[in-house]
């Protein structure tokens, strides 16, 4: 959790992801789809999106809801653990069920899965807007402008973001969980798509075509919408596949620390904190959402890896 | 050279006096109030009234926020002049009435257990990362380099609460290997101090050494293309020194500074690795604190994390420009 972004590690390398370089041909694009990592990212993804779209529908499948109880399950006689071996699973319920309520693990997973990613994409989008917004105006306007935005941007990414997540959520009182997570995701981590974005209106300002498009007598808003926005696009596409899972992992460690998406709705951060104290008698009820979380975070950050090596290679791959 | 110093100092006190006025508003602007969750869940009407008239709460804002901010310089006294007076020394940070503690004094009580985590943890993905960067840069786009290069992005997506909870199953539970972490000091049983710190100095370093592997060997792969590395093997000298003198030493400048900014996330991390494995520092503290409500806990912690970052941060940069006399002429 907290994954330090790739961003910084970019700022580190002195190579900012897509390089302002040119657009990928499909060929650059075609040769990481025959990567086996890439094909199986993919395909994990489809299927964890596909769970969280059709959520109600998946679950009518599967016969259990998400807050059902199912009391058959569980052994009052153990203190509620899971009837039979593996943590109840069964025909009935494909990954078992929580102890105690004997709530569907599968069904959780399948509501969770609409959390986690509902939370993080608008987060990302909002990171992407307020960034992409901020950063070129401080690129372009330059002087005062740029000074007051550099300076926030600096304070903001001097924060230790984690423990000011925990102090925003845990001040604020109930209300909207889900839009305030996005809402304190986004706050904590557009400066550095700003930082980035910056750089590169900076230096796509001076070059030819912007300055042929200028001495052609194009407008301000002609120049930033049809000469400069295009030509980010790489650079935003990279920082926003790298962004989700941040964002995802993130939420899941606030849920997990109990200040993230609040009971009974679950959240797979959320599932695991309640696994916590069961870990030792039903492992299964931390792992299923554990390898769940994993593999989502790590099939988003293997395409955006693969993303970004083919724009800052300049479509050559 | 001073005068950058100087400089970077100035800035520095003014972050902090931003972070704090930051930190204020959170806390005594976006609580309903105050009183009531500094009372926590377990309070009667009685104690809230009590803890409004301490904190001087009808007071107007910047009042208020200068009684915090000089606490912090010169100590402060709640409830002034009643019968329930409250001294709290020089750095307070704030006054937990659940504790019954000074904020401060419970941090630096409990700051030893997180220190050893933190820097337990950071030798080991230090020396772990460089190592994997250096040899995937050497045996660049072998099975060796595609492997370590993939482990990397898993550490990096691994949930590191996650991580504790399966090490904590296999290792102590099932396999054995480990008894239940505790906390005990060095000198009274160096074999359970280290079987104790064994397991959270892992996880952080599994996630972090991530980094490190992976921009070392980019580092690593530009330098070895630099001219005299070639000068260095023409002079016949044998290749394992030139790796480590000529190739490792320019590639790890940008390690320092990676290293200065995870700062920002280690106490985070720490927090996490701590409640799992039910070690009693600050990051464990500051949880519970999250669970009772106890907002002047969790506003010293933050405080002190964020004090501890602007440190690090020009720890950093000064070693940096002591270390690399291009920065150092760029200073002058």
Partial sequence: ???????????????????????????????????????????????????????PWVTQLSGWGPLQFDESAVDSSTGGLPLGPWGGISADHWFGVEPQNGRDIFARIVYGARVSMLIAICATALTMLIGVTLGMLAGFAGGWVDAVISRLMDFLMAFPALIF?????????????????????????????????????????????????????????????????????????????????????????????????????????????????????????????????????????????NLQKVWASGGRS | MISYILKRLLGAVVTMLAVIFFTFIIFFYLTPDPAASICGDACTPDTIVQIRRQLGLEEPFFVQFWAFLSGIFV?????????????????????????????????????????????????????????????????????????????????????????????????????QWLPFPAVVGFTDDPTRWFQTYIMPWTVLALMYASMYARLTRTNMIDTLGENFMRTAHAKGLRPAPIMLRHGLRPSLTPVVTLLGMDFATLLGGALITETVFGLNGVGRWAYNAIGTNDQPVIMGVTLLAAFAVIIANIVVDLTYTALDPRVRESTK
């Fill in chain 1, 1 to 55: 959790m907290a994954v330090p972004s790739s961003a910084q590690l970019e700022e580190v390398d002195g190579q900012a992801p897509g390089g302002g370089s040119k657009p990928p041909g499909a060929s650059a694009l075609k040769t990481i789809l025959r990567k086996p990592s890439v094909i199986f990212s993919l395909a994990f993804l489809l299927i964890v999106t596909g769970m969280a779209v059709f959520a």
């Fill in chain 1, 165 to 305: 997540m925990i102090a925003v959520l845990s001040a604020v009182p109930q209300g909207n969980r889900p839009l305030l997570l996005v809402l304190v995701l986004s706050l904590f981590s557009w400066p550095q798509t700003a930082r980035v974005v910056r750089g590169q209106a900076m230096s796509i300002t001076n070059r030819e075509f912007v300055e042929a498009a200028r001495a052609s007598g194009a407008g301000r808003m002609t120049l930033v919408f049809k000469e400069v926005l295009p030509n980010l696009s790489g650079t935003v596409i990279v920082m926003a596949t790298l962004a989700v899972p941040t964002f995802i992992a993130t939420e899941a460690g606030l849920s997990f620390l109990g200040v993230g998406v609040i009971p009974p709705t679950p959240s797979w951060g959320q599932m695991i904190a309640q696994a916590v104290p069961w870990y030792a008698s039903h492992p299964l009820f931390f792992a299923v959402p554990g390898i769940f979380l994993f593999l989502t975070v790590f099939s988003f950050t293997i395409l955006g890896d």
């Fill in chain 2, 75 to 175: 100590g402060r006294t709640y409830g002034e002049g009643t019968a329930a007076e409250i001294y709290c020394s020089a750095p307070c940070l704030g006054y937990s009435f659940q504790y019954r503690t000074d904020v401060f004094d419970g941090i630096v009580d409990r700051l030893p257990v997180t220190i050893t985590i933190a820097v337990g943890a950071a030798v080991l993905w230090i020396l772990s990362g460089v190592a994997a960067g250096v040899i995937s840069a050497v045996k660049q786009g072998t099975w060796w380099d595609r492997g370590a290069m993939m482990f990397a992005l898993a550490g990096v997506s691994l949930p590191n609460y996650f991580v504790a909870l399966v090490l904590q199953y296999l290792l102590v539970v099932q396999l």
